[in-house]
């Protein structure tokens, strides 16, 4: 009887390397899909802007009837699925902290189609988001954690998640209830905060369903699974309310300000709340967990270096040209008079 309800999807607890590569590849793809999305229904949000009177920001739903937001979110609809599938390969904290890659294609983008400046802060933040995202692949643990859905189930009456989980949909309501209607038009980290603590449940909860998924490919159907079924329902609600808050927060603000805040936030709960489910970092060394924080932390400083100074008009040539300044200020001789100087005008004299 334990082992019917023990449905594990491999005997030995553990993905073979090619899981590992199918859930990476999985969620890099997600990440150019989704990165590509914020770009297209900006576009489109904007296109409503100019022959609408009621933004999306301001409550209004008339970007409904324009085709290229409908693109976006079918761009986005891509990206989700892929970033879903990835979750049944590799672990959840790999497939969001990789979700970075989505803000660096959103700011190459946002240059190149609506004139969002990248300067070079932006491209130094965009290297180390890489070199940080590269860092964590390295060191993620390649086990997905708990695979199955009886542990899962046990997991969620753990009272660490419950803690978490009420507490994220408590202040979720409280924002959207209170503070949203008062300082959401001009504070960004209301509509982004929503979106983000409702994201880290929709993240274990996608991840639950993949794996009812996979073993239901498997020949374990899990049709009839409570828990299966809770799962689709949870992830389809934070999903439905963290599309019309992103919409509101895309339309507002400026992209290359939603979309770094928004992923380390985002990303930041989302690792929380699957480790607190599924338990990814149990089976790390030490030194792994120091080489995943390190390469979160230098993907974080990467993100914010490329919004931070994203204002700040500073070139290449503009830090060439002012070494050489320095140097030939250095080269030159002093000019002015020692005042041990015999040669000291009277006017020297009377300033001293």
């Known amino acids: 009887m334990e082992e019917d309800k023990v449905d594990t999807l491999s005997s030995d607890n553990g993905h073979s390397n090619k899981d590992f590569i199918i859930g990476l590849i999985l969620a890099i793809s997600s ?20 022959s609408s009177s009621t933004r999306a920001g301001s409550g209004g739903f008339a970007y409904l009837r324009e085709w290229l937001w409908w693109a976006g979110l079918l761009t986005m609809a891509v990206g989700e699925a892929s970033n879903f599938a990835a979750f049944g390969f590799v672990p959840a904290s790999l497939v969001t902290t990789l979700g970075a890659l989505s803000v660096l294609i959103a700011a190459v983008l946002a240059s190149v189609m609506l004139n969002e400046r990248l300067n070079i802060h932006g491209k ?13 692949v390295i060191h993620s643990p390649e086990s997905p954690g708990v695979d199955n859905l009886y542990e899962t189930g046990k997991n969620m009456l753990s009272p660490l998640f419950i803690l978490y989980a009420g507490s994220a949909v408590s202040l979720a309501i409280y924002l959207i209830f209170w503070k949203s209607p008062k300082i959401g038009q001009t504070n960004v980290l209301v509509y ?75 990303t930041t709960l989302s690792i929380t709340s699957s480790g607190i489910l599924y338990k990814e970092w149990t089976k790390l060394s030490i030194a792994n967990v120091a080489g995943d924080l390190c390469g979160f932390a230098t993907t974080i400083c990467g993100v914010f270096l490329l919004h931070m100074f994203k204002d700040v008009n500073v070139t290449f040539s503009d830090l060439l040209s002012s070494s050489n300044k320095t140097k030939t200020s250095s080269n030159e001789p002093e000019l002015q008079p020692s005042l041990n100087s015999p040669t000291r005008t009277l006017d020297d004299s009377a300033t001293v």
Request: with cysteine; hydrophobic share 55%; net charge positive.
């Open 31 to 50: 990440s150019l899909f989704i990165g590509s999305s914020f770009i297209i229904k900006k576009k489109g949000l904007l296109r409503v802007a100019r």
């Open 192 to 266: 982004v905060s929503i979106c983000s603590l409702l994201g880290s449940l929709s993240v274990v909860f996608a991840k639950g369903l993949s794996i009812a998924i996979r073993l239901t490919a498997s020949g374990n159907s899990q049709l009839l699974n409570p828990l299966a079924w809770f799962f689709l329902i949870a992830m389809a609600t934070g999903i439905t309310i963290q599309l019309s808050y992103l919409n509101m927060a895309l339309d507002t603000f400026n992209t290359a300000l939603v979309t770094p805040i928004y992923y380390v936030m985002f």
């Open 124 to 136: 130094l933040g965009c290297i180390l988001a890489i070199i940080g995202s590269t860092v964590v």
